[in-house]
């Protein structure tokens, strides 16, 4: 997470609000409209976007105050250094004689190709969550049983602290790998990364995120991580990886290692990449819980806007495939080759159906569950977000970073050892042993130490042992000690700059203050065998907490039901998953959207704020108008993309303005990477004779050059070729969406939202004047976007349409 | 399904394709574009659009055939009986000035209000499905007492014939009760119900298809059908009914009983009625199968295009209270109040977790099954398209109806009768005597007829039994001649005028010969234990059954894994739905979409035909141009909307034409609903200052109004008021959706079915000529309208907006 702290501080330092800094944090632009609105009033509407939407401030009160607060690190602006993803096809004349030599065979064909792809996604996904899996269980084998020898041998000579150095420094060592690769190699694959797949599948491009070394990094990090006994899990990361190799695969080459394989190359465009991750995401949390259904739920309810059939089935063939292959390799790996439905393979152990059993006078007690995880999930992200204001301001620096996540490591083996050491909770060995490394430590022979359960495991075996240990294995006072120490641990590690996922955590804080209801409950009503099961309750604590902290319910509901085989407690979960939610909400957002606020990424969200009818178009458009002609001098494309100021990604174009000066009517629009491909194969006018030995440029040259279209400084352009003209006719999108200026907020951002705009254009159809303008999609609300009205150049003209872009978007 | 044959077979009478025709089927205009198109071409864009997307035609080869070969009884065309619905908000004056008075707070109660509607919604779908799941038990239950004494009193006696007879008469008199009820009262009230709700959630108003008479048929229908001992389910029926319980809860108000209970008024438009139709549906599921999630994926499998977040939520909701409430009251029922997770409220029993393993060779025989299942499920439905094609040319008096419903419940008792008496398959009585209804007949004493376990007893109970009873409960002869002949009664029974669903009789089809399909593996591999389970072998030949007939995948695996409360066959499930659904899919489409388009119902598919990315907006456009201007005679909007064969539905409004004739611009739409409620109100110019005592034309009036708009024949209006002006300013949506001619149609089409449009209006911005159209949202295809190119009446004229509006839509 501390690469994102940096992206904040340094937009934070941005401060001067002028026309050049980073921050999209209000109009600053003289010019105003001809509405009656005053200066105030014009920053409200920039300030109400990116500050406040859900605080319910009267427009009047809100004029009053002219500017806001000052906030600590500016966390609640948007910045400008995210760009926002295109889901709207260019349909220029390339594109659209591509579609139509298209026979209806082809199509077919692709289609199966999408198919393909979708299972080669899940295939891979299956493949590294396996490896990872291997890995760290390998690892913390290892490790484990090092310590534990060590600590049977100094447990009699009395020399437990040099146990304590051991594992302290051997939990260290581990994470300072990881946190070494993560801090000086690829600063991106810190934290789960699901918080940036969430962003991505919204319409925001977090640079580097999907990217062959992002992945490399966060495999090992992950391994790294979850193996130096950290308070952590593997299942956001898994998800990450997910994301990563569907959007290689889909693009069929690596640009990080320049190979091109010449295949899936229509598919190199936003449109389709978005809809390939969508699918790798649910792969991953496919293969991360053994959720094949849960995955498709995760991203259609944390990602996709528009919900399309065939998508869902493909994205859904791409979780089967991952869980498949997962199962597969690892029931080899356990010795039972090819028993896919072996107990084994469930994440947190099948509950046995006959004994899980519920009725009605217990749904309140799970309402009074959910009610308290969602408390606690909610102190977990207010205490998480001012630790993540703490490192943006003071650990910004690599080197202290993986200083902190060392410290980390070693306080929470020193902890764990700690409460191993003062627990004197003494617990028979089972026939059955089903303890990994069962510690004696000072219990009599033939018994072992309960917290070492807890501690001496990795994080997704605790939460095993709390769902399915019988009754009476855990003491409650080592369950109390334990979700407290393990809630402090849990809260500092997420956002250290390692790999590391908060799923898992969360369950076990969750199990372990379940299991302790559970027992309590058990105490009180002691006659009733209903309440003897407390692996139940742990359960149901379990997904309260979870729920609490990352406030997912429908697609939550099912990862759980299918990591633990059983649907019985499919109508428990969910209510408590809805009660944690509620009254989550009440306090502070979920964990997740928490992080995407402080890396300042502009979220669009569902629905355009209730209130926002007031606002039309037109007040929240945005400036200056930078149009193109139709065929258009190459010197001035050329100075338009190199101003920085006016950093725009997307260029209405106008017929040729006539005589007098008048602003042409809008007939296309397009696209800063299309001018630049452009320009770097010299596509001019006066070559157009020359061209006629050439060859054409087509629509492969454009998926060429996706997605990294060298900025417009690398392109030379001589003096001579300045005074060149270009045609734009044939490749602007003739069609672009547009909106009167008239229209309301709600309306403009539901255009936004459900085809995934990221330029829209306003345009005036009324006589005297008319303004266009484009919207960012991506943005956490379509209207930090500044506000200009140009008066008309000329009365006269009949319909006058000038553009106006935001920048860079 | 007998009243949609009906429908159709009105359709097919208007063979004439005049301009009266009620078929969408081409366009017959002369006036046609300056493009080169032939006469053949342009009707060809008709063609293409109504009979044949699917097919490959190349453009040449349609050119070449002038018209379409005459299809038996034009099914393949789209009836204009159906209107669509309006999912885009009509964002006038009044609207936004309601929505931007209305504070924060005000829409947080909006939201909470609709979080209660769910609850209420899932509440009474709950009761309503627990209702006729006690009835049917009840009813079912003496009828097969009675039968059952009736043939063991003669079974020694020798007069067996009487037994069959009772048999017989009992089922006709059941089923004669429901399908009179039908076929007089309700027509629309027959069948699953399951298409009509997808017509519904696609755009599509099926008339009179959510009104509570609707309804109370529709549980009396499914209650006897049931019990009469037909070869149908109740689940479809009650999905129908959540949706039927949503769309009235919702709005407040009964309109059949007159009764306005003056609450939930902000809800009274297509586009929140939807959202709550949605639920009830998720909430009728989840009622049919227990199955909550399910419920919520099967809404958005079958129904919703847009997804939202909150939206999901609200349903998943309604979803989980309507389970809640069916099995709390189920419970009560059973004796065991309050013991929700009892056993006995899984639908198709539970699968016991210890027993359920399967192995990765036996993937591809489940891949097979899933193929079989295709393969069969195809079979299906093309002998029941045929045979509904013979019902609706034959069969389309309600008496002859009547007869056939009764016909076949007779043919239904004798052979199962005939089944049970000829097979001589007896099994020994169990100790636990699972058996309801065990019949003796000739079998020795302590054994029972195992044909009867199958046939004498409610398909349910049946399915039940073949998944669950335990190894050589059944002989291999007797499972396949129950396969044929079931699926010769289900085949038949399907589209009778009963209330009744296709989703257990096909569940017990393929539970028969995957239980067959078991026992033949234990045969060949004898020794293998694992193959020892016919039980499930039987649940997926049911899955594979199912998903052959109604081909939907994802829903589907999660309804079956929620109603057998088992997550470890989720896999196999998923892998066999898909194969059943690629080579399903390869024959004929599902069973509900045949029947939709048996209906004739303009079925808006997920995305626009790969190949139609040669058609521009401009040629699927529709005639004749109709429009008002701003400020309009009120004779003439009589005359307009009197006027039936341009039977329009939203007008484009244009500003007052100028002097020498021009057409004005478009500056709003104004919809036929809004037009008849200014009638009614007088809202006239010439009335303003005599208004100004009277109240002010609200938002209120026009819900009041909402949905049953009265026809314009029974307005009255005089011959002075025809002389007045109306002002449609404050009342037309000024900011209607518009895209350029240009615009291809796959562009078009994401803009239908992303914002859920019924009215699109096609502008030209060049200076000659503009035309403007709307489209159909709910159109099977964007393009089965018209074509219209108006010459520009001045082209001295900088930008002519000419609009064109499609009738009736």
Redesign the interface.
């Known amino acids: 997470m501390a690469n994102i702290a940096k992206k904040v501080s340094w937009s934070s330092r941005g401060d001067d609000r002028g026309e050049r800094t980073p921050l999209l944090n209000g109009a600053e632009d003289g010019k105003y409209s001809n509405r009656q609105l005053s200066g105030g009033a014009m920053f409200h509407i920039g300030r109400l976007s990116t500050v406040d939407l859900e605080e319910?401030i009267?427009p009047e009160e809100d004029i009053v105050r002219s500017r806001p607060k000052e906030i600590p690190h500016n966390e609640k602006l948007l910045s400008l250094k995210f760009e926002s993803l295109d889901y709207d096809?260019s349909?220029n004349q390339l594109f659209?004689e591509e579609?139509?030599r298209?026979?209806?065979?082809g199509?077919r064909c692709l289609e199966i190709t999408r198919w393909v792809i979708c299972g080669l996604i899940g295939f891979l996904t299956g493949l590294i969550a396996c490896m990872i899996d291997i890995a760290v269980e390998k690892l913390a084998g290892y490790k484990y049983l090092a310590v534990k020898q060590n600590i049977e041998k100094y447990t009699e000579l009395g020399g437990l602290s040099i146990s304590l150095i051991l594992w302290a420094v051997l939990n260290s060592a581990f994470v300072m790998l990881g946190s070494l690769a993560v801090a000086f190699l690829e600063p991106i694959a810190a934290g789960s990364g699901i918080p940036q797949i969430k962003c991505f599948l919204n319409g925001v491009k977090i640079p580097r995120v999907v990217r062959l070394k992002t992945l490399v990094i966060k495999v090992f990090g992950v391994i790294c991580s979850v193996a130096g006994g950290l308070a952590v899990g593997k299942e956001g990361p898994m998800i990450h990886s997910g994301a990563v190799v569907a959007a290689g695969v889909s693009q069929g080459r690596s640009t990080s290692l320049k190979k091109d394989f010449k295949i899936f190359e229509y598919f190199r465009r936003d449109t389709e990449k978005r809809d390939f991750v969508s699918a790798g995401a649910a792969a991953g949390v496919s293969a991360a819980f053994g959720a094949?259904?849960g995955g498709?739920l995760f991203s259609?309810?944390e990602g996709?806007?528009?919900?399309?059939?065939?998508l869902?089935?493909r994205i859904?063939?791409a979780s089967?495939v991952s869980?498949?292959t997962l199962n597969?390799f690892l029931?080899i790996y356990h010795g039972k080759?090819?028993?896919?439905?072996?107990p084994g393979l469930i994440n947190f152990g099948?509950f046995?159906?006959?004994s899980?059993?519920?009725?009605?006078?217990e749904?309140p007690l799970f309402i009074i569950m959910g009610a308290l995880g969602g408390v606690l999930g909610a102190l977990f992200n207010i205490i998480n977000y001012w630790l993540t204001i703490f490192r943006i301001r003071y650990i910004h620096r690599p080197c202290l970073q993986v200083m902190e996540a060392m410290l980390v490591a070693a306080v929470t083996a020193t902890v764990s050892f700690a409460m191993i050491y003062f627990s004197n909770d003494c617990q028979p060995l089972g026939q059955d042993n089903t303890e990994e490394y069962p510690l004696q430590l000072f219990c009599a022979d033939g018994e072992y130490n309960s917290m070492a359960t807890a501690f001496f495991n990795t994080p997704e075996r605790s939460v095993r042992s709390l769902f399915h240990n019988p009754p009476g294995t855990y003491n409650p006072v080592t369950l109390g000690v334990f979700t407290l120490a393990y809630f402090a641990l849990a809260v500092w590690t997420y956002g250290l700059t390692v790999s590391a996922g908060v799923f898992i955590p969360s369950l076990l804080i969750g199990a372990a203050w379940g299991r302790l209801f559970g027992i309590l409950l058990s105490f009180i009503a002691s006659s009733q065998s209903i309440w003897a099961d407390p692996g139940k309750y742990a359960l149901i604590g379990a997904a309260a907490q979870l729920g609490g902290i990352v406030r997912m319910?429908?697609s939550l509901?099912?990862i759980l039901?299918?990591a633990t085989?059983?649907?019985?407690y499919?109508?428990p979960i969910?209510?408590v998953l809805?009660t944690a939610k509620i009254v989550g909400d009440y306090f502070i957002e979920g964990l997740y959207d928490v992080h995407i606020k402080l890396q300042s990424v502009p979220f669009l969200h569902?629905?355009a704020p209730?209130?926002s009818?007031?606002l039309t178009a037109r007040e929240v458009m945005s400036s200056p108008v930078t149009c193109f002609n139709r065929v258009e001098k190459v010197g001035r494309i050329v100075d338009v993309l190199s101003n920085t100021s006016t950093n725009h990604n997307g260029f209405p174009v106008v017929s040729d303005t006539t005589e007098n000066d008048e602003p042409g009517?809008?007939?296309g629009l397009i696209l800063r990477s299309q001018l630049i491909v452009l320009l770097k194969h010299k596509v001019f006018v006066e070559r157009a004779s020359s061209r006629l030995s050439q060859r054409k440029l087509q629509l492969k040259d454009f998926r060429d050059a996706y997605p990294r279209f060298p900025p417009i400084q690398s392109i030379h352009v001589s003096q001579d070729e300045r005074e060149c003209m270009m045609d734009l006719t044939e490749f602007m999108n003739?069609?672009p969406?547009?909106?009167?200026q008239?229209?309301?907020l709600p309306?403009v951002f539901?255009?936004f939202r459900?085809?995934g705009l990221r330029h829209l254009v306003v345009v005036d159809?009324e006589n005297r004047v008319s303004v266009s303008l484009l919207f960012y999609c991506g943005s956490r609300s379509a209207f930090n976007l500044q506000l200009i009205f140009r008066d008309a150049q000329n009365i006269s003209a009949?319909?006058v349409v000038l553009l106006v872009i935001v920048g860079r978007y």
Chains 1, 2 share one sequence.
């Open positions: 319910e009267t096809n349909e659209l579609e139509r298209m026979s209806h065979m199509f094949p259904v498709v259609l309810e996709a806007s528009f919900w399309n059939q065939l869902t089935w859904f063939f089967m869980t498949f597969f029931s080759p090819g028993q896919l439905s072996s099948r046995d159906s006959d899980v059993q519920y009725n009605l006078y749904i319910t429908l509901t099912v039901v299918e085989g059983n649907v019985t499919g109508f969910m209510l809805m569902w629905d209730p209130t009818h007031w009517k809008i007939c003739p069609t969406y547009t909106v009167p008239e229209t309301s309306r539901k255009l459900a085809l159809n009949i319909l």
